[in-house]
């Protein structure tokens, strides 16, 4: 198993260009996630996924944008990048069963090194 | 609603213990506790749910006060492995996701 894999690793824009970020799950996992990590922030979550076809916002929404078309795969998109937005980005991906009490622990990608010049 | 995690960073010599604190100022669900070492994913330590037990594996372990809305994480005859940042995260409701305080570093030195 691969885990949580992400592409890319690094990346380099230019205020206004847009890109897509790729979080890729083997485990069949119903929850994912996207994060970022600023210095002396700690994890702030982006976006959101309970299951293919659904997405929710998280605490720093605005300038992202998401698809989880298939289970597996959740996409993460800047349509516009600002400076504002040069971070390392984690997804994570976790198993749920509400019956024994909500989702359980989040598998995280290795992340990806976002500089917005 | 970000958890506020205290202290921000704790220096140790090996054999020592510490205590993470972690508060919410809303009634919680579950508590999750991640450490991250420097350069690397954050990795899962454990969870703690309402009207759960005490968790713990090793000698790391955590209890979750429902009263207080508090959870603690205690590193007991700490390691040189342990050195890295540790992580609450906190979900209000089943089924929720999940919301990361700032963190807190550890240093342990030999």
């Known amino acids: 198993n691969a885990g949580v894999t992400q592409t890319p690793k690094f990346r380099v824009l230019k205020t206004g260009q847009s890109m897509t970020l790729l979080c890729a799950q083997d485990?069949?996992?119903?929850?994912m996630y996207w994060y970022r990590q600023d210095p002396g922030m700690g994890l702030r979550l982006i976006h959101y996924s309970v299951g293919e076809g659904t997405t929710a916002k998280g605490e720093v929404p605005d300038g992202y944008n998401v698809s989880r078309l298939k289970k597996q795969n959740f996409l993460l998109g800047l349509e516009s990048a600002a400076p504002s937005q040069t971070s390392v980005y984690f997804c994570?991906?976790?198993?749920?069963?509400?019956?024994?009490?909500?989702?359980?622990?989040?598998?995280f990608g290795p992340g990806t090194r976002l500089t917005v010049t | 609603q970000q958890p506020v995690q205290s202290p921000q960073a704790v220096i140790l010599r090996e054999g020592e213990d510490a205590v993470i604190n972690c508060s919410s100022s809303k009634a919680l669900y579950s508590v999750h506790w991640y450490r991250q070492k420097h350069g690397e994913a954050p990795v899962f330590l454990m969870i703690l749910l309402k009207g759960g037990e005490q968790k713990g594996h090793d000698k790391i372990s955590a209890s979750f006060n429902e009263k207080k809305q508090q959870s603690s994480l205690y590193l007991t005859a700490s390691q040189l492995s342990y050195s890295g940042t540790y992580f609450c995260?906190?979900?209000?409701?089943?089924?929720?996701?999940?919301?990361f305080g700032k963190g807190t570093t550890l240093s342990v030195s030999s």
């Open positions: 995260g906190t979900e209000l409701q089943a089924g929720t996701a999940l919301i």
């Open positions: 994570a991906s976790s198993y749920v069963e509400l019956s024994a009490g909500g989702p359980y622990e989040q598998y």
């Open positions: 485990m069949n996992h119903e929850y």
